[in-house]
């Protein structure tokens, strides 16, 4: 009975979450359509340089102790813990600043306009503070909370961005998305202001001592992850023509829109559920883990093959010759997407089954791949090549990665069967 009950919940948790990410990246992907549409490529670029800063930085401003937030025993250690981390974002994220404008004084390459550097710095933070509070809601099982969040943050953003297009053609989408995360940071604090405390020093350097793998593994894994998921954004916009780099952006975009729906529907409500699964009943998480992946793959198949048909049929139509690379982009990149959806939505297993070593090393060969692919692309001056080998090597790389830990699920169902 209680089995069923708790089967119950997860389903609840997985709609609740479906609901909310659906609408969400539905109201994105054709908001990303048409606001592409209004501001042009070379923006476009920008904008993605912008979000791909974004992202590696946010990584290293919580140093992915916000998933201690998830596993952590004890609930006054969470609130401690929580507050620490929305502290330190801002230093971290001034940290970064000083390394780049030393970096810029010595090297006097990768000049960005300094307002898109000074907009990425604030939003690091904010994204950060962001990330850690839907952490707690995860802890806490808010799902239907977490997905009303995410609603508004992608309806605020296309607004906003709508917004400032009147105002500014060139950084409108930034300016969008930075009040966007701020607006939304604020709906963070409101339901978790009765979890922020005074941090306790002793409290906060104990919790972090439990979980010191993050630090040591997953950290330095998210990193890299973030680093090859979103450096070669940057370089395009740097080394390549800018309306090339901002139709990669435009792609990307288009094809990790699904695989986000998935991975935002499943993946938190996966972590919070695999990790009880695994502290009271190991031998069931392969076969609970093994239907995720399943699903997963056909849904996502489905869908990749819907746009690469009458999706790209429909777009041939809304964009110009500024945009001819578009399709060509969205078919290379497909087989990459595809095998990042059978392994993204559970990635968590690896902080799980406390493998984040694993994940590292998988994360370095992704981002060695990214360089590889980013240097030959440069060498032959031509993008395509770039994304080719990107999309082959990355898909080939996150199906071994699957496999690996399918097979440690199996082995582990073995071990503890009856």
């Given at each position: 009975?209680?089995?069923r009950?708790?089967?119950?919940?997860?389903?609840?948790?997985?709609?609740?979450?479906?609901?909310?990410?659906?609408?969400?990246?539905?109201?994105?992907?054709?908001?990303?359509?048409v606001?592409?549409?209004?501001?042009?490529?070379?923006?476009?670029?920008?904008?993605?340089?912008?979000?791909?800063?974004?992202?590696?930085?946010?990584?290293?401003?919580?140093?992915?102790?916000?998933?201690?937030?998830?596993?952590?025993?004890?609930?006054?250690?969470t609130?401690?813990?929580?507050?620490?981390l929305?502290?330190?974002?801002?230093?971290?994220?001034?940290?970064?600043a000083?390394?780049?404008?030393?970096?810029?004084?010595?090297?006097?390459?990768?000049?960005?306009?300094?307002?898109?550097?000074?907009?990425?710095?604030?939003?690091?933070?904010?994204?950060?503070?962001?990330?850690?509070?839907?952490?707690?809601?995860?802890?806490?099982?808010?799902?239907?909370?977490?997905?009303?969040?995410?609603?508004?943050?992608?309806?605020?953003?296309?607004?906003?961005?709508?917004?400032?297009?009147?105002?500014?053609?060139?950084?409108?989408?930034?300016?969008?998305?930075?009040?966007?995360?701020?607006?939304?940071?604020?709906?963070?604090?409101?339901?978790?202001?009765?979890h922020?405390?005074?941090?306790?020093?002793?409290?906060?350097?104990?919790?972090?001592?439990?979980?010191?793998?993050?630090?040591?593994?997953?950290?330095?894994?998210?990193?890299?992850?973030?680093?090859?998921?979103?450096?070669?954004?940057?370089?395009?916009?740097?080394?390549?023509?800018?309306?090339?780099?901002?139709?990669?952006?435009?792609?990307?975009?288009?094809?990790?829109?699904?695989?986000?729906l998935?991975?935002?529907?499943?993946?938190?409500?996966?972590?919070?559920?695999?990790?009880?699964?695994?502290?009271?009943?190991?031998?069931?998480?392969?076969?609970?883990?093994?239907?995720?992946?399943?699903?997963?793959?056909?849904?996502?198949?489905?869908?990749?093959?819907?746009?690469?048909?009458?999706?790209?049929?429909?777009?041939?139509?809304?964009?110009?010759?500024?945009?001819?690379?578009?399709?060509?982009?969205?078919?290379?990149?497909?087989?990459?997407?595809?095998?990042?959806?059978?392994?993204?939505p559970?990635?968590?297993?690896?902080?799980?089954?406390?493998?984040?070593?694993?994940?590292?090393?998988?994360?370095?060969?992704?981002?060695?791949?990214?360089?590889?692919?980013?240097?030959?692309?440069?060498?032959?001056?031509?993008?395509?090549?770039?994304?080719?080998?990107?999309?082959?090597?990355?898909?080939i790389?996150?199906?071994?990665?699957?496999?690996?830990?399918?097979?440690?699920?199996?082995?582990?169902?073995?071990?503890?069967?009856?």
């Amino acid at each position: 009975m209680n089995n069923r009950f708790q089967l119950s919940n997860f389903q609840k948790n997985i709609w609740y979450m479906l609901q909310g990410t659906t609408l969400s990246q539905l109201i994105a992907f054709i908001g990303s359509l048409v606001l592409a549409k209004l501001y042009g490529a070379v923006a476009y670029a920008w904008f993605g340089a912008f979000m791909a800063f974004v992202g590696i930085a946010s990584v290293i401003n919580t140093l992915q102790l916000e998933y201690a937030l998830v596993t952590d025993k004890s609930d006054n250690n969470t609130k401690h813990l929580l507050s620490f981390l929305i502290l330190i974002t801002t230093p971290i994220a001034l940290t970064i600043a000083c390394f780049y404008i030393g970096f810029q004084y010595f090297f006097g390459s990768l000049e960005f306009d300094f307002i898109i550097i000074l907009m990425s710095i604030i939003a690091s933070i904010i994204v950060a503070q962001n990330v850690t509070f839907d952490s707690l809601l995860t802890r806490l099982k808010q799902f239907k909370i977490s997905a009303r969040i995410k609603i508004i943050l992608t309806l605020s953003t296309v607004i906003l961005q709508s917004i400032f297009y009147f105002f500014s053609k060139e950084k409108g989408l930034i300016f969008g998305a930075g009040v966007a995360f701020f607006l939304v940071l604020l709906i963070y604090y409101y339901y978790n202001k009765y979890h922020i405390v005074q941090p306790n020093w002793k409290i906060v350097k104990s919790t972090i001592n439990e979980h010191k793998n993050l630090l040591k593994y997953a950290f330095p894994s998210h990193l890299t992850n973030a680093l090859g998921a979103h450096l070669i954004t940057i370089m395009f916009v740097v080394y390549f023509e800018e309306a090339q780099a901002g139709t990669y952006a435009l792609s990307n975009k288009i094809l990790m829109a699904p695989l986000f729906l998935i991975s935002g529907a499943v993946s938190k409500v996966y972590f919070q559920k695999a990790n009880e699964i695994y502290l009271s009943s190991k031998e069931k998480l392969y076969s609970f883990t093994i239907k995720i992946v399943r699903n997963n793959i056909l849904i996502m198949i489905a869908i990749v093959l819907l746009i690469n048909t009458v999706g790209l049929y429909i777009l041939s139509f809304f964009f110009d010759k500024e945009w001819e690379l578009l399709s060509p982009f969205i078919w290379i990149m497909s087989f990459l997407v595809i095998a990042r959806s059978s392994f993204n939505p559970i990635s968590s297993i690896s902080i799980v089954l406390n493998k984040n070593e694993v994940s590292f090393i998988f994360n370095i060969c992704f981002l060695l791949i990214n360089i590889l692919a980013f240097s030959i692309g440069l060498y032959y001056k031509n993008i395509v090549y770039s994304v080719i080998i990107l999309s082959f090597l990355g898909g080939i790389a996150y199906v071994v990665l699957l496999i690996y830990f399918l097979f440690l699920l199996k082995k582990i169902e073995k071990e503890h069967q009856v």
